[in-house]
């Protein structure tokens, strides 16, 4: 179900969205990041994912956000639960003055074969496969993106 951008508006006004993130690897142990066109986090590298939907269960989530990001079919349960964080934008998708975003986030890691090809769509410039180490000393990658890899960085997301 879509939401009107009025309606939507008044969700991210006065509650977190709930969301997941996906910690794609590759069998080299690189991490799969995209180069966000839109808000929040626009113009950062930041791993693919994206809101729970109303009436939707976790793991259906899951499998569209695999399917619709990254054009594969990966169930929940191949998956390991990283664990929740939260992320805090003074900015929103739908470029609304002084409306902020909070989400709740999800985040999960699988491994994908080194050969297969992803290509993150929709809210993505481009996709690259970065090392941990390329990630955390980029100062490209969002911070919300490293606070994966990096417990430092859990504290420093508190609005970016």
């Known amino acids: 179900m879509f939401l009107t951008p009025d309606t939507f508006a008044t969700v991210i006004d006065a509650t977190p969205l709930v969301s997941i993130d996906l910690l794609v690897r590759n069998a080299q142990g690189r991490v799969l990041l995209g180069y966000r066109d839109n808000k929040p986090a626009q113009h950062t590298w930041f791993v693919p994912g994206g809101r729970v939907r109303k009436s939707e269960t976790i793991a259906e989530a899951f499998a569209r956000l695999v399917s619709v990001e990254l054009g594969l079919a990966w169930p929940l349960s191949e998956a390991e639960f990283v664990g929740p964080y939260e ?3 003074l900015d929103n998708a739908l470029n609304r003055e002084g409306l902020t975003t909070h989400y709740v986030v999800l985040a999960y890691t699988f491994t ?4 297969q090809p992803l290509n993150l769509k929709d ?4 996709a690259a496969w970065w090392s941990v180490a390329e990630l955390l000393a980029s100062e490209s990658v969002h911070v919300n993106t490293k606070a994966y ?3 430092r960085y859990v504290d420093l997301n508190e609005r970016s």
Request: negative net charge.
């Open 87 to 89: 992320h805090m934008y």
């Open 112 to 115: 994908v074969a080194a050969e």
């Open 123 to 126: 809210q993505h410039a481009k």
């Open 149 to 151: 890899f990096d417990a």
